[in-house]
């Protein structure tokens, strides 16, 4: 880099590196891989959607714990007991045409260890987005849509997983 005005240069090189020293002084880091404490998991429910297959993928990637497809072989089995997608209208234009939705994105679930003991009790994540309506944009709207729909089952799917690292393994 090039610097025209040499006081300029040294000013932001200085708030660079504050700024680092900073982040790195108030215990920031980037998220890593979720520590799960059980060894195997089973999942069920849900099966064939893109949230079991998001899921079941970002858990795989996981190198300590084991995913299973037989549940009686898995130390804890995660059941997925609902979910669900609404497009709720949040407004209206004077002339009675949509100008807001709301979409919700509900996953609900448990984890048990096979035998009758939660591991963690039932649990509802609930997720929202606004979206503006424009009878001009359809089509990008509908992308658009698709698009938030795509990121909240990504973020139900990282909540899963902290709350799975949360987890405490029942002494057995």
Do not use: W
């Amino acid at each position: 880099m090039h610097c025209l005005i040499p006081g300029r240069c040294a000013r932001a090189l200085l708030v660079l590196v504050a700024l680092a020293l900073a982040l790195s002084g108030c215990g920031f880091q980037l998220r890593g891989a979720a520590n799960i404490p059980f060894e195997s998991l089973a999942i069920r429910g849900a099966e064939n959607t893109p949230f079991h297959v998001e899921l079941r993928r970002s858990l795989i990637a996981n190198r300590t714990l084991r995913v299973l497809d037989d549940p009686k072989l898995a130390q804890a089995i995660l059941q997925v007991t609902g979910m669900s997608q609404e497009r709720r209208i949040l407004s209206l234009s004077g002339a009675g045409r949509v100008r807001e939705f709301q979409l919700v994105y509900r996953v609900s679930f448990r984890v048990h260890d096979g035998k009758g003991r939660e591991l963690i009790a039932p649990n509802e994540i609930v997720l929202r987005r606004d979206i503006t309506f424009n009878d001009s944009q359809v089509l990008a709207k509908e992308q658009e849509e698709i698009l938030l729909v795509r990121d909240m089952q990504s973020d139900a799917v990282q909540q899963v997983l902290r709350r799975l690292s949360a987890a405490k393994l029942a002494a057995s």
